[in-house]
């Protein structure tokens, strides 16, 4: 059984475009437009994937902050001055169960919802 290499429909239809020869510079100038026109249409759906990327960066990057500012306010919750609060029986251990089910919400919405959108942003760039 011989094996032939494979070449990916996209190099061979490339190829295949190359090598037919150009009839004249009236076939160019009418493929030059509709070519231009392909790239600036791609060229604008990858500036706004690349947008919405951005977005999902800043998103998940303001999720990160909470959960590390979350995790701090639980570990130095001893040292807090709660004033008139500390009166209230087991304020800290509620604090401080409060911060913990915040981290999980937190981190239980940031992983599905960037997850998502960062799949979402590389399948539409593949897909280009």
């Known amino acids: 059984m011989k094996m032939e290499p494979k070449t990916p429909p996209n190099e061979s239809r490339l190829q295949s475009q190359c090598s037919t020869p150009l ?10 437009p509709a070519a ?3 790239l600036k249409n791609q060229w604008s759906k990858l500036n706004s994937l690349r947008h919405e990327w951005r977005s ?4 998940a990057r303001s999720h ?3 959960i590390v500012n979350s995790y701090l306010s639980q570990k130095y919750m001893d040292g807090m001055d709660f004033g008139v609060l500390s009166d209230m029986p087991n304020i800290r251990e509620k604090a401080c169960y409060k911060l913990f089910m915040q981290q999980v919400c937190i981190t ?5 919802f960037s997850f998502i959108q960062f799949a979402a942003c590389s399948i539409g760039v593949v897909e280009l």
Not at 23 to 32: D, V
Not at 56 to 59: E, G, L, N, Q, V
Not at 108 to 112: D, E, G, K, M, R
């Open 108 to 112: 239980t919405f940031a992983l599905s």
């Open 36 to 38: 231009q026109r392909n």
């Open 56 to 59: 999902a960066t800043f998103a």
């Open 23 to 32: 009839s004249s510079s009236s076939s160019a100038r009418l493929w030059r």
């Open 64 to 66: 990160a902050t909470a």
